[in-house]
């Protein structure tokens, strides 16, 4: 999956003409880090992957989706590509088959005490909800803080820096659906 997302992340860039040090101007990551993900040598925090996928103006999920899927109407669970980010333990289930409906539905896993922020360029370009299944999550939204219980699911507002933390002792599960705006 690592050289996935790397070959995707090069050929994001490449079909833009941008070198690694307009990608890591852009990113605000450094050239070293970007080389090591397009060669797979490291694997992608989400945070990063945010970062990266903002520079490009696209979606995490976009991008993600773009590395992982093969298209296809139905995608059967054990075929759902997963990606879980090495520093957090943040694992990431792509529900929905590769389409061109504006629509995507993925499914997060986050660790107790765990919390993985994410910067407002992740969000350019799309309309979200959070739907939590299992446990707590605390997500903050800007200045907003939005405790949710399970059940319990927030539309996002405009793009702004956010963090998804459980602040709770169990893991916390978690539906995400992307709309993409046309």
């Known amino acids: 999956m690592d050289y996935r997302i790397g070959a995707r992340i090069r050929a994001e860039r490449e079909v833009r003409g941008w070198s690694l040090t307009d990608l890591a101007a852009r990113a605000s990551v450094s050239r070293a880090m970007i080389h090591k993900v397009e060669r797979g040598d490291s694997s992608p925090t989400a945070n990063l992957l945010g ?70 360029s992740a969000y350019t370009f799309i309309r979200q909800l959070i739907w939590v299944l299992k446990g707590d999550l605390v997500f903050v939204e800007g200045p907003l803080r939005h405790e949710l219980h ?33």
């Open 51 to 120: 970062k990266l996928s903002g520079a490009f103006g696209l979606s995490m999920s976009t991008l993600l989706a773009r590395a992982e899927a093969a298209g296809g109407s139905l995608l059967r669970k054990d075929d759902q590509p997963i990606w879980t980010d090495p520093e957090t333990g943040y694992l990431r289930r792509q529900v929905s088959p590769r389409s061109d409906l504006p629509v995507e539905l993925v499914q997060i896993s986050l660790p107790a005490g765990q919390e993985v922020p994410m910067p407002a």
């Open 150 to 182: 399970q059940g319990d699911c927030l539309q996002l507002g405009p793009p702004s820096d956010c963090i998804f933390r459980n602040e709770g002792d169990r893991d916390c599960v978690y539906a995400v659906t992307i709309l993409r705006d046309a």
